[in-house]
């Protein structure tokens, strides 16, 4: 829908440049293909010009005609837009306040650029509405104004088409690059030599959910991912624990990192050689560019506008979130939990996919698995899963036998159960765990499945 003023405001608008788009279209037809790339009909304020581009579409994606001022009237007389008289008079309007073809690149970014300060001026009014309406909470309203400023951003996305040609020659860049450098153009590594294997990297755009029951594990293992990515991976980590703050958080990462126990640091005991091991832990730390949010309650909105003020995120990053079933959607909420959780794991693919960077989710398994005889996780066990195994790329399930028969021989032992993997194979991963620092390290053995 067009963007509508009051009649005491001037909107921002190029006359000319929304003519020179549109006669220069009509002096090189060609040239329709690398305007619709980046403009819309909406992006022009006057109607007619409106409806001339949405016709002169119309015409490009018929293959038995051609743009020109006789096939344009045509289609506007068709449409009923105006009589035969008024479109032939408008479009030679058009053609002679066109200088030339030649500039129509600087054409269609003025005309972008109009249309962008109008959607932005919208947006305000929407704003003050939202702000002076106090029968909802404040902090709603500041994520509906983020929301609003954010899709204006995200509109400017192009998620046409693309011709096979085009996507064949990028994949051939990319396979190159990967056979010259496989360190630097695969995926994010999580650094666990059985786990990558099997994932082979975790790829921009990807879902990735980790699905456990509490007190397996879950939270110690993404952070464990994070610290590695981080400091092996040289990659940007934007962490968000909607359960724990940042400082218990470092204080995890110090203890599996300084090899302390974690109950060592909450009382304070610590001896001259645990201090001289903090610090060098700290110092390693320090050179990660590892971000922590512990925020207790997130939307995805909210998280992506944090994340769109991060540098170096996109692209060359790693998102992790504890947990999914901590998360809100206030769109979503009045059609039930597993409506609003199903809105959220959809969400989260979309976040990935629009910053380009992996994004790993903390998920709850549901209660009922502690009832069967084997208590081995499945992906059926995703709690309140709605959409939750459709959106994520890869599944993986954690698993301690010991937690639940402490007679076993695996103590210490954890499997990370590849339950779904969209770009290869599945299987399971056998882990050591050291409950004392928190931390999970490899066996290095791989079952395989097909």
């Not at 001037?10 to 002096?27: C, F, H, K, N, T």
């Not at 009922?368 to 499945?378: A, F, G, R």
């Amino acid at each position: 829908m067009p963007t509508e003023f009051t009649a005491q405001m001037q909107p921002p608008y190029s006359l000319q440049a929304e003519q020179s788009v549109l006669g220069s279209i009509l002096i090189d037809p060609d040239k329709f293909n690398t305007v619709v790339e980046k403009l819309s009909e909406s992006d022009f304020l006057i109607e007619m010009h409106r409806q001339m581009f949405s016709a002169m579409h119309a015409l490009a994606l018929d293959m038995s005609r051609r743009i020109d001022p006789v096939t344009l009237t045509n289609i506007l007389v068709e449409r009923g837009v105006a009589d035969e008289e008024r479109c032939k008079e408008n479009i030679l309007t058009i053609l002679n306040a066109t200088p030339s073809a030649a500039n129509l690149s600087d054409y269609v970014n003025i005309v972008k650029e109009k249309s962008l300060r109008r959607q932005l001026l919208t947006a305000a009014d929407h704003i003050k509405e939202v702000a002076s309406d106090e029968s909802g909470s404040v902090y709603s309203a500041i994520e509906r104004a983020e929301q609003l400023v954010y899709a204006i951003s995200d509109s400017q996305k192009n998620n046409d088409l693309v011709d096979i040609q085009t996507l064949l020659y990028e994949t051939h860049a990319n396979l190159v690059a990967l056979s010259q450098d496989p360190e630097r153009f695969r995926g994010v590594m999580t650094h666990f030599s059985g786990i990558d294997r099997t994932l082979i990297g975790m790829n921009k755009g990807d879902l990735i959910i980790v699905g456990a029951r509490p007190a397996m594990g879950k939270t110690s293992f993404v952070l464990n991912i994070a610290e590695n990515a981080a400091y092996k991976g040289k990659k940007t980590v934007c962490f968000f624990s909607l359960e724990m703050s940042g400082e218990e958080l470092v204080k995890r990462m110090l203890s599996t990192e300084a090899c302390i126990p974690s109950t060592q640091l909450r009382s304070g005991k610590l001896s001259a050689q645990d201090w001289d091991k903090l610090g060098m832990a700290a110092s390693k730390l320090a050179e990660c560019r590892i971000y922590i949010d512990g925020t207790t309650e997130s939307t995805v909105s909210r998280i992506k506008s944090k994340l769109n003020r991060i540098k170096g995120l996109h692209s060359n990053g790693l998102v992790i979130i504890d947990y999914l079933q901590l998360m809100k959607d206030p769109n979503a909420e009045r059609n039930g939990r597993t409506a609003e959780v199903s809105a959220i794991s959809r969400a989260l693919k979309i976040m990935a996919k629009e910053l380009e960077v992996p994004v790993i989710c903390c998920s709850q398994l549901n209660r009922e698995l502690e009832k069967t005889k084997e208590k081995i996780p499945t992906m059926a066990d995703l709690r309140e899963s709605g959409s939750i195994e459709q959106d994520a790329d890869v599944v993986m399930l954690l698993y301690r036998p010991d937690y639940y028969d402490q007679q076993q021989d695996s103590q210490n032992r954890a499997q990370v159960i590849v339950a779904k993997n969209r770009h290869g194979s599945t299987g399971t991963v056998e882990m050591a765990w050291d409950p004392q620092f928190t931390k999970f390290s490899e066996l290095s053995v791989i079952e395989e499945q097909t």
